[in-house]
């Protein structure tokens, strides 16, 4: 088995969105108001020592090795695909209690017009046919990328990675 998640390294994204375009193509979402997307763009501006700096973000599920959106669902309608380690869902006993989404640190699990729970599946079904996830394939600059977390070799510098590095600033800023 492998473990993949989904990776963004800070460096190379310009927020240009062809990975939340690619998401919502994928998945057949249209975004309606009141609802995210899967996968959010943002632009951040720090200050930090009298310095300012700018980090751009394409955020979507984290896939978290020990997700905490699984343990607080009552419904368990989260769990780790057991050939992808890519948290997946199915809402089918999903009662709209939003526990997902107050356990999960960076708030990602949102809710349809049904009330139901949906988030970033990591595009497992793509995933399990040897394809890339539509956000990592469509990104132009190699920003996103699907990382075996149990490769030999680092597949992304750690001063890069936003799973690394940034998850502080990332949780202080969601």
């Known amino acids: 088995m492998k473990k993949y998640a989904i990776d963004l390294d800070l460096s190379k994204c310009v927020a240009c969105g062809a990975c939340a375009v690619a998401c919502m193509d994928q998945n057949d979402y249209e975004v309606r108001e009141g609802q995210r997307p899967y996968r959010n763009i943002f632009d951040m ?25 699984i343990t607080g669902c009552p419904s368990a309608c989260l769990r780790k695909d057991p050939e992808t380690n890519l948290t997946v869902y199915d809402t089918t006993n999903c009662i709209g209690c939003h526990s ?13 017009e049904n009330g139901k729970m949906i988030k ?6 793509r995933v399990h046919q040897g394809m890339l996830p539509a956000c990592v394939k469509a990104c132009p600059f190699g920003a ?16 890069h990675s936003l799973r690394m590095t940034s998850m502080q600033m990332l949780k202080a800023q969601v």
């Open 100 to 112: 997902c989404a107050m356990a999960c640190p960076y708030g990602i699990p949102s809710f349809g």
């Open 45 to 69: 501006e720090l200050e930090k020592n009298n310095r300012v700096s700018y980090h751009r973000l394409s955020l979507a599920c984290m896939h978290c090795e020990d997700a905490p959106c």
């Open 144 to 159: 996103l990328k699907l990382v075996d977390l149990e490769a030999p070799e680092e597949q992304i510098p750690k001063e």
């Open 120 to 125: 970033c599946d990591g595009c497992y079904v």
